[in-house]
């Protein structure tokens, strides 16, 4: 099969070609037979090759994926994911993500005493610890890719957890955070809904913390704007 690679380098992309027997391989056993029989000098992140440490997310045939958890058959074409500043063949910057988590406060404060959860209490914020924090909802963003100032899909994914857990102190500090993130900017299109490798739902959720900011007066509902449709 062949695989075509996207390689960014200083002053753009080159794509160059490979002819390799890996069928059925995942796309990241496919960058490391690359990278280990042919080209050394290949750049791309991972590190767990089980879904869980989110680093390898990519391009693959134009859909954003886990490199480690992606089977292909026939041609592929994998490139670095949208919107993130790349640095080097497929790896792409990470710290605006990191930097938007310091600055929504996305960190659990525990309670003193802790509160025994009910099951169904424990369901309510499951998504938000799904989240791996792989990037991709930012990356198929559209919000993001309009106004820089959007505090990030994941960001907000990783918050729903921390503002609707009970366990947690510091609620009000985390809301005021979250509230200065501009989470009205979401236009609740559901890309990062539908492209979530873990089913984390990030579009709901952002819409159930607006919500909430809402009913604390830390920001105003938000009309529906449809000017984009022409009236
Ligand atoms: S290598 Fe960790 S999620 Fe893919």
């Keep these: 099969m062949k695989v075509r690679l996207g390689r960014y380098r200083e002053g753009g992309f080159?794509?160059?070609?490979?002819?390799?027997?890996?069928?059925?391989?995942?796309?990241?056993?496919?960058?490391?037979?690359?990278?280990?029989?042919?080209?050394?000098?290949?750049?791309f992140r991972a590190f767990c090759r089980a879904g869980i440490c989110g680093t390898c997310a990519v391009k693959v045939n134009g859909q954003h994926k886990l490199a480690c958890r992606t089977r292909v058959w026939?041609?592929?074409?994998?490139?670095?994911?949208?919107?993130?500043?790349?640095?080097?063949?497929?790896?792409?910057?990470?710290?605006?993500?990191?930097?938007?988590?310091?600055e929504g406060k996305v960190w659990f404060d525990p309670l003193p005493t802790n509160i025994p959860l009910k099951p169904d209490e424990l369901r309510t914020t499951q998504r938000s610890w799904d989240c791996i924090l792989c990037g991709i909802c930012?990356?198929?963003?559209?919000?993001?890719?309009?106004?820089?100032?959007?505090?990030?899909?994941?960001?907000?994914?990783?918050?729903?957890?921390?503002?609707?857990?009970?366990?947690?102190?510091?609620?009000?500090?985390?809301?005021?955070?979250?509230?200065?993130?501009?989470?009205?900017?979401?236009?609740?299109?559901?890309?990062?809904?539908?492209?979530?490798?873990?089913?984390?739902?990030?579009?709901l959720l952002i819409k159930l913390i607006e919500g909430e900011l809402v009913k604390e007066g830390l920001i105003q509902r938000k009309e529906q704007d449809f000017g984009f449709l022409g009236f």
């Design 14 to 43: 080159v794509y160059e070609d490979y002819e390799l027997d890996a069928e059925g391989k995942t796309v990241l056993e496919i960058l490391q037979d690359i990278k280990e029989r042919i080209d050394p000098t290949l750049s």
């Design 138 to 203: 930012n990356w198929v963003c559209p919000a993001l890719a309009q106004d820089g100032s959007f505090g990030l899909a994941s960001t907000f994914t990783k918050a729903y957890g921390v503002i609707f857990d009970k366990r947690n102190a510091n609620r009000e500090e985390k809301l005021r955070a979250v509230a200065g993130l501009n989470p009205h900017l979401c236009t609740h299109c559901k890309n990062c809904t539908f492209a979530c490798p873990n089913d984390c739902n990030p579009e």
């Design 74 to 102: 026939g041609d592929i074409t994998v490139e670095p994911v949208d919107i993130a500043k790349p640095i080097r063949d497929l790896v792409v910057e990470h710290e605006t993500m990191h930097q938007k988590l310091r």
